[in-house]
């Protein structure tokens, strides 16, 4: 009877613990990942999935770095790179140039997909 009880409570614990793991190919699934590469001589402020609201501050010269952070959004320096963990599916993808005393140039947009666990490159002068 105990031995029953304690196989029992073996099995269950297992099984729960299988499940809290993803085990049996549960889960959650792996985010898909959008990496910019900053090819220009200037830095550049990106953003995925940017806010009207956002948008129209940058356009204004009115974002602040508050804004672009709150936004998700990350200043690349020339020659360097961010990478932007987003769910699988199309995002779009914004970016503008900011000059060294903070003012910013034409703001930019464009749509890419990016798969399930999969990582998408641009380089900012293709998109």
């Known amino acids: 009877m105990l031995r029953g009880l304690v196989l029992a409570l073996a099995v269950s614990l297992t ?3 299988s499940v809290l793991a993803g085990g049996n190919n549960g889960g959650t699934k792996k985010d898909a990942t959008f990496r910019i590469i900053n090819d220009l001589p200037s830095q550049y402020a ?11 501050k940058l356009a204004n010269d009115t974002a602040t770095i508050d804004d672009l952070n709150n936004a998700g959004g990350k200043i690349i320096q020339p020659g360097k790179e961010a990478t932007f963990k987003v769910k699988a ?12 005393d903070g003012t910013y140039g034409i703001p930019a947009e464009t749509q890419r ?15």
Do not use: C, M, Q
Request: zero cysteines; proline letters at 2%; glycine letters at 10%.
């Open 113 to 127: 997909t990016v798969g399930k666990g999969k990582t998408a490159t641009y380089n900012l002068s293709s998109l």
């Open 89 to 100: 599916g199309t995002h779009r993808i914004g970016w503008v140039s900011v000059a060294p």
């Open 46 to 56: 990106v953003v995925i999935d940017a806010s009207d609201e956002l948008k129209a």
């Open 15 to 17: 099984f729960a613990s």
